[in-house]
């Protein structure tokens, strides 16, 4: 089945599949330890769209382009977060990842929860914990 979903988002996103290696989860290509908490970078031939939610329950959205956030204030590339919050990242309306700051026993790292929902199939749930570097 989730060969048949790669299949489908290759012929319906072509971009998608040029850019994205089958490795990648959620267009991330690499996690950094930062301060308490991480840095997510992007894929940079990529355009996607984010929600960040502390730990207060305050958000921010904001658009991922070439890898560098639209955050306010934010010039590098990735972003950070830290214990308690999520990221949520999507490219389609059919496409969406929450990402979230985790420690599997002594590791620390960033677990990630991909959804894809084609219409007509069940929802696609892709689980994967990205150690930190």
């Known amino acids: 089945m989730l060969r048949f979903l ?8 072509p971009a998608w599949c040029a850019s994205a290696p089958p490795a990648t989860i959620c267009w991330i ?3 950094a330890k930062e301060g308490d908490g991480a840095r997510i ?23 991922i382009k070439n890898g560098v956030p639209g955050q306010k204030g934010q010039t590098a590339a990735g972003v950070a977060i830290h214990e308690g919050e999520a990221l949520l990242v999507y490219q389609l309306s059919h496409d969406s990842c929450t990402l979230r700051l985790q420690r599997v026993g002594p590791t620390l790292g960033v677990a990630a929860e991909a959804r894809m929902r084609v219409p007509g199939l069940p929802v696609e ?9």
């Open 6 to 13: 790669t299949l489908l988002a290759c012929i319906m996103a």
């Open 29 to 31: 290509s690499n996690v």
């Open 41 to 63: 970078y992007f894929l940079s031939s990529l355009t996607l769209t984010a929600t960040l939610t502390r730990r207060d329950e305050s958000y921010e959205a904001f658009p």
């Open 125 to 133: 749930v892709v689980r994967q914990f990205l150690p930190i570097e």
